[in-house]
């Protein structure tokens, strides 16, 4: 079967296990595409475990019509994603306005007057272990390109989550330069600040790049938490333009953090993650569960119930000519007539069942709130304590901050690091010069006096082989 996966400007078509990259054009076979998180709203919700799946949908639907930003007004398409977790489940949400979606398609459907499978771009890094044989870990996928960029979790090869990040344009405003400029200057310098004729231009690039990762940093501190995972282990990179050095600048940095930072293995000549998610709508695209489309091509007219009668009516015409032939129709636009109205009647009957659903759903909820009014009080307290433990958290300079500073004093005086540790309020760094004195080690010291950092001091360890090697410790608070 021959599944094409087609964007606004071309087309990849996928067969026989192969990919081939194409201009837009006609083409027979399986129509798909996909939209970036841009085009698309995301919104999640967690439940209980003991709620049914109906139940779960039930209040998601509620849930996503009370949401800012979306406008009761508009007609959506939606698919939900549920995410399966020990104790609870959470659903997210992807919609997007049925308007915007036709909008979005244009180009393609001035082809293709049908779309079979749309899918949420997100979902095709899922093939990225297979097609390189990667062992699923506790995942980062970044996709950083010219018209969108975002990070997509996934744990032992199952979707947990996407977030957005800054866009190439945000990069291309601050150099106020075009955005293929700023690809050509990527590619071409990079992180090489000795390539540089005008150093602030490599600086304004390395602080867009730092508050990016930051924001991946922050993003996974918040969501280790949320989707009870452990320990992220690896962070995939890709960019279908070279981005120079970006790897070699901050392999330490996630190494740090004890985070493999690494690019795409993958083995193509043509954008990774489009090539990913051909593979994906192949395998998928009957998956209702995942479709946003609603450009999908109606069956085959011989394949369904009124096309095998019409044939009946052909065969009957031939045998009983115009007498038999107008008996024939009249059943046949009778059966359409009961078709429609068997619809009507499942239809009124659907809305029947939920409304009867939501009314037991309003019931329960009405007895709980009345257990919930007696724990009020004690729920006030607790919270209040959470409050107070959280702004004494908030005081506290985060880890990962004091960390960066470390690394950029040590960087800058030749220093490495053999080990860093923390014991309540205090960090010790056993250092190694290059050279056989304190000159360097003093200066980095004086780093940390300048940062603000209390009782900053150091001791001897070792000098061997032109090494010198210290202990330096200090109060963070």
């Not at 194409?22 to 439940?47: A, C, D, N, R, V």
């Not at 390395?206 to 930051?214: Q, Y």
Request: net charge positive; aromatic share 16%.
């Amino acid at each position: 079967m021959k599944v094409i996966n087609a964007t606004t400007q071309y087309q990849y078509v996928y067969e026989n296990g192969k990919v081939i990259k194409k201009e837009l054009s006609k083409e027979k076979g399986i129509i798909t595409s996909f939209l970036h998180p841009k085009h698309l709203f995301s919104i999640t919700k967690k439940f209980d475990m003991h709620l049914s799946e109906e139940e779960m949908f039930l209040e998601m639907e509620k849930y996503i019509y009370s949401y800012p930003g979306i406008d009761i007004n508009k007609e959506y398409k939606s698919v939900f994603l549920k995410i399966e977790q020990e104790n609870n489940v959470i659903i997210e949400a992807v919609l997007i306005d049925t308007k915007e979606l036709e909008k979005n398609l244009k180009d393609i459907l001035k082809i293709y007057k049908y779309i079979d499978f749309v899918s949420p771009s997100f979902l095709g890094w899922k093939e990225y272990y297979n097609l390189t044989k990667t062992e699923p870990k506790n995942d980062i996928f970044i996709y950083f390109s010219q018209n969108e960029a975002f990070l997509t979790c996934y744990s032992g090869g199952r979707y947990l989550f996407h977030k957005s990040l800054s866009k190439l344009n945000t990069l291309s405003k601050l150099l106020e330069k075009s955005e293929e400029e700023v690809i050509e200057i990527l590619n071409q310098k990079g992180f090489d600040i000795s390539s540089y004729e005008d150093e602030s231009e490599f600086y304004i690039i390395d602080k867009f790049f730092n508050e990016f990762f930051l924001k991946v940093f922050n993003i996974i501190n918040f969501s280790s938490n949320e989707y009870q995972i452990p320990k992220f282990e690896r962070i995939v990179f890709y960019s279908p333009f070279e981005i120079k050095d970006i790897f070699k600048q901050y392999e330490n940095y996630w190494s740090l953090n004890g985070i493999e930072f690494k690019k795409s293995a993958l083995k193509t000549e043509y954008d990774h993650l489009e090539y990913l998610i051909t593979f994906f709508n192949a395998k998928h695209y009957s998956d209702d569960n995942i479709n946003l489309s609603v450009f999908v091509k109606p069956p085959v007219f011989i394949t369904t119930k009124a096309g095998k009668f019409f044939i009946f009516l052909i065969f009957a015409f031939v045998l009983t000519a115009g007498y038999g032939l107008y008996k024939s129709y009249s059943l046949l636009k009778q059966q359409n007539e009961l078709r429609i109205l068997q619809k009507k009647f499942s239809l009124i009957k659907k809305r029947y069942e939920t409304t009867l659903k939501a009314v037991k759903i309003y019931k329960k909820e009405n007895a709980l709130l009345l257990d919930k009014i007696k724990n009020v009080k004690k729920q006030i307290n607790e919270v209040s304590l959470k409050t107070d433990i959280l702004y004494q958290k908030s005081k506290q300079p985060l880890f990962y901050n004091i960390l960066a500073k470390i690394s950029k004093s040590m960087k800058k005086h030749s220093l490495k690091a053999e080990k860093i540790s923390k014991k309540d309020n205090f960090i010790t760094v056993i250092i190694v010069s290059n050279y056989d004195n304190t000159q360097e080690v003093t200066s980095f010291m004086n780093d940390l006096i300048g940062y603000g950092f209390k009782n900053v001091n150091s001791s001897f360890i070792s000098n061997e082989k032109n090494s010198y090697i210290s202990k330096v410790s200090f109060n963070y608070e």
